[in-house]
């Protein structure tokens, strides 16, 4: 059974930064696309950014320039390093692998920007 738990959640400043992890357990996590994602209140929930399994990486307009995905295959885990953090960062990112056609979310963490 494939499980994602997220971590590194939590309060920041405004122009502050945050380090997301999520790891992985119960599958070959190396051959698959790994995603962030995040869903604000009353909003749809939105892409972030993705690795694939070699490497590439994409991000949101958004947030290019200020945060960074990796992943490190031998510990099984997908991070995102969020730097300048604005108000609108704000919301419940989530975690997802997938390898056509399966997907699996994590359960998410909550990133908070306020002063």
């Known amino acids: 059974q494939v499980q994602l738990v997220e971590s590194g959640g939590g309060l920041v400043q405004p122009g502050g930064s945050l380090r997301l992890s999520c790891a992985a357990s119960?599958?070959?996590?190396?051959?698959?696309?790994m995603a962030w994602y995040r869903q604000a209140p009353g909003k749809q929930r939105d892409l972030v950014a993705t690795?694939?399994?070699?490497?590439?990486?994409n991000y949101a307009d958004s947030v290019k320039g200020r945060f960074t995905i990796s992943r490190d295959n031998a510990k099984n885990t997908v991070s995102l390093q969020m730097n300048s953090l604005k108000p609108e960062d704000a919301a419940v990112y989530y975690c997802?692998?997938?390898?056509?056609?399966?997907?699996?979310w994590g359960q998410g963490t909550q990133v908070t920007v306020s002063s």
């Open positions: 690795i694939s399994s070699g490497g590439i990486t």
């Open positions: 119960g599958s070959i996590f190396s051959i698959y696309t």
């Open positions: 997802k692998m997938t390898r056509p056609p399966v997907a699996y």
